[in-house]
């Protein structure tokens, strides 16, 4: 007898939510010279999610946590201690598929972007959680660790279709496989009808690769919010507009083009060595009626804001100072990782 097939879906980020996983900087993580700096934010995002939905925080000191967490919902919040390297729980967070419609987390190897980082603690976060029952009884694991795959390289639209970039899913110090095998692996576990691949587009300063999380985003409607640089000073000119160029030529999977909306280039920011940080408008979150944007004490901050809500023109826009995430090359998007409703 045949197999029956089995239908795979990858919600869209915008689809309803569960909770969202944060990961907490400590004093072992690179962190630890600004740590109350980045306590702040990390606070911020707390208390935006905590009003909508659960929230998950993984930390060393679940004690040293709440005391930092003022007028924050700890009622809706799960605190989990496991050790971690970093607090980039995009990465090392466990990503979930619906299989005939039942929640099933992947437990992808996540190797610090390609071997630039130390992993090893926070590649066993996700599986420390399920053996914790964190994530529930209705929900089912899977180890992939045989797979290096890390959240902000792939973008969802809840229909089939896959968004990422070649530079990163394609870096041999990842899997090593040709295009035609990852498109093979990520078909086969997501369920896929396509795969739009971005070969342009970058940012300075960025350690992931490219991930896509940073430069283009998908949203509700067949729109797809990206980062536009019209300044053709800016080192990020050429390579933004043949970007734009590739976003263009995407057909969503009933043949038409995609409603493209820009988010303005931010601000070059730079440290204290003089070399620029990745800050970006498209690393933005959605969570239960909210979309949580970083902010960079920029004018420009406004104008990413007012592109945000004509893609999600029925949830709330909130504003989130990320100046210090960026210090140690990521935003805002990358320190969640969102797990949807059974």
Not at 26 to 48: G, K, P, S
Not at 217 to 243: N, S, W
Not at 296 to 318: G, H, M, T
Request: with cysteine; hydrophobic share 40%; net charge negative.
């Amino acid at each position: 007898m045949d197999k029956i097939p089995r239908h795979i879906v990858v919600p869209a980020e915008w689809a309803e939510q569960d909770f969202v996983q944060l990961t907490c900087p400590h004093a072992d993580t690179d962190w630890a010279y600004m740590l109350d700096e980045v306590n702040a934010c990390f606070a911020n995002i707390a208390r935006e999610i905590a009003k909508r939905e659960k929230l998950l925080i993984v930390c060393q000191n679940e004690k040293e946590v709440k005391a930092l967490l003022k007028d924050v919902e700890l009622k809706n919040i799960i605190f989990a201690e496991l050790p971690s390297n970093d607090a980039w729980a995009r990465d090392h967070g466990g990503i979930t598929v619906f299989i005939d419609g039942r929640p099933l987390v992947y437990d992808f190897a996540f190797n610090g972007w390609g071997l630039k980082f130390a992993a090893n603690h926070d590649n066993q976060i996700t599986r420390r959680l399920f053996e914790k029952g964190v994530f529930g009884s209705g929900i089912q694991y899977k180890d992939c660790l045989d797979i290096v795959l890390e959240g902000g390289s792939i973008e969802s639209d809840g229909k089939g279709t896959l968004l990422t970039t070649a530079q990163c899913l394609l870096a041999p110090n990842r899997n090593n496989k040709t295009k035609e095998e990852i498109e093979t692996v990520l078909t086969a576990l997501f369920g896929l009808k396509q795969i739009l691949w971005l070969h342009h587009g970058y940012l300075a300063g960025d350690d992931t690769d490219s991930h896509v999380d940073t430069l283009a985003r998908f949203c509700p409607g067949d729109t797809i919010a990206y980062v536009q640089c019209g300044d053709e000073k800016d080192e990020h000119y050429d390579e933004l507009r043949k970007m734009e160029e590739e976003l263009r030529r995407f057909r969503t999977l009933d043949g038409r083009p995609y409603r493209l909306l820009p988010l303005p280039m931010a601000d070059a920011v730079y440290d204290e060595n003089g070399g620029r940080l990745p800050a970006t408008y498209a690393n933005f979150l959605v969570i239960n009626n909210a979309v949580l944007t970083p902010a960079y004490n920029s004018p420009k901050d406004e104008r990413a804001k007012r592109q945000l809500e004509k893609a999600f023109p029925e949830r709330e826009i909130v504003s989130i100072d990320c100046r210090s995430l960026i210090k140690q090359h990521g935003s805002l998007h990358c320190v969640t990782m969102q797990y949807p409703a059974p």
